[in-house]
């Protein structure tokens, strides 16, 4: 049986870093399949743009309905796709939303990757192929942290059930990696944001305010803590991180971050500030959006990603802050237009 030897499969492919990681695949000349559930609704905007007509010979990406709580089909998909590199991105990877969703949180990120992790054993042990597998491991793991930074030997401990979830699927990993020899690699990402993220993310939804606070539109932004303190980084560059991991000869765990920490206020500054407006004038706090338990400092060391994978990231702090507010500023603009003119903005802004 012969197998591409570029042959990818992305679970969470419509998500932010599921859409970099396919163009920077498709770009290295993959054959990129991607899972996503199914829905009445679309939700492939983000890589709408690397669509290709299935029905047009030479086509390199293809979507599969499945989902990471379906053990049956990951194992059937795993025989058709016959992938040399898994890239497990699927989640509930809303932190605030794990504590009202605990369940499904874990039912998808730890029994979801054990499914996955299963069927990817099954596929390799049946057909004798080796296959590379990354798992998206999280700087919340380290939570309550013991040390700063952290760092890949820094102990876990987990403050929701998001977290939990991920510390239990990144041991899992580990034990599969011991038990069964597979090239089973994590990467601890700190927080990476882009454009793309999703607009319930506190990053973004500085940023979406900003631009239409500036426009007009919106009058005020709401938000939970803003001493919190995160390590920042763009999404683009963590999924070459990800790629990296999976072309080194022997599988490992690495962080990857910046190894520079900003808390949520001095986002929102630099956020306003961008437009020439002062954050104090429009931000208020909402006890609804603090976490049950807080996470308040977290900073990665990214030594061994740097030394090892020769990685690092190419946008700033500053650079990725201006980046996210001249987007959303740009779509606030689209918006006004819609509306001066008298058009339905929700269906049009879909389009």
Not at 185 to 193: A, P, Q, T, V
Not at 207 to 213: D, F, K, L, Q, S
Not at 283 to 306: C, H, Q, S
């Amino acid at each position: 049986m012969a197998m591409n030897p570029r042959r990818a499969l992305i679970t969470g492919i419509t998500g932010q870093d599921g859409s970099y990681l396919a163009e920077w695949l498709l770009q290295k000349g993959y054959e990129v399949h991607g899972l996503i559930r199914r829905s009445s609704s679309f939700n492939t905007d983000r890589i709408d743009h690397l669509y290709q007509d299935p029905h047009t010979p030479g086509t390199h990406l293809r979507l599969h309905y499945a989902d990471l709580t379906d053990a049956n089909g990951l194992a059937r998909l795993m025989r058709q796709i016959k992938p040399t590199e898994v890239y497990n991105l699927g989640a509930q990877s809303h932190v605030r939303v794990s504590f009202d969703q605990p369940i499904f949180t874990g039912e998808v990120v730890a029994i979801g990757t054990a499914k996955l992790l299963e069927a990817v054993r099954d596929f390799q042990e049946s057909s004798g192929y080796q296959i590379r597998y990354y798992q998206a491991s999280s700087s919340e793991q380290f939570g309550k942290v013991v040390e700063t930074p952290q760092k890949e030997t820094t102990p876990f401990y987990p403050r929701s059930p998001y977290a939990v979830a991920k510390v239990y699927a990144h041991w899992l990993t580990v034990n599969y990696r011991e038990a069964y020899g597979l090239h089973a690699s994590c990467g601890i990402l700190f927080n990476h944001e882009s454009p793309r993220r999703g607009e319930t993310f506190v990053t973004r939804k500085i940023t979406r305010a900003v631009g239409r606070i500036k426009m007009g539109l919106q009058k005020k932004l709401f938000l939970g803590n803003l001493q919190a303190q995160r390590d920042w980084g763009f999404a683009g560059d963590y999924v070459q991180a990800m790629w990296l991991m999976l072309q080194q000869e022997k599988p490992d765990d690495y962080v990857v971050a910046t190894g520079e920490t900003h808390s949520v206020q001095e986002f929102c500054e630099k956020a306003f500030a961008q437009v020439g407006l002062d954050h104090r004038e429009f931000v208020d706090i909402d006890p609804r959006y603090f976490r049950p338990a807080e996470v308040d400092l977290l900073l990665g060391d990214p030594a061994k990603a740097r030394r090892v994978l020769q990685w690092q990231p190419s946008v700033g702090f500053a650079d990725l802050v201006q980046m996210m507010v001249e987007a959303d500023l740009e779509r606030a603009r689209r918006e006004k237009t819609l509306i001066d003119a008298g058009h339905d903005v929700k269906l049009a802004m879909e389009r």
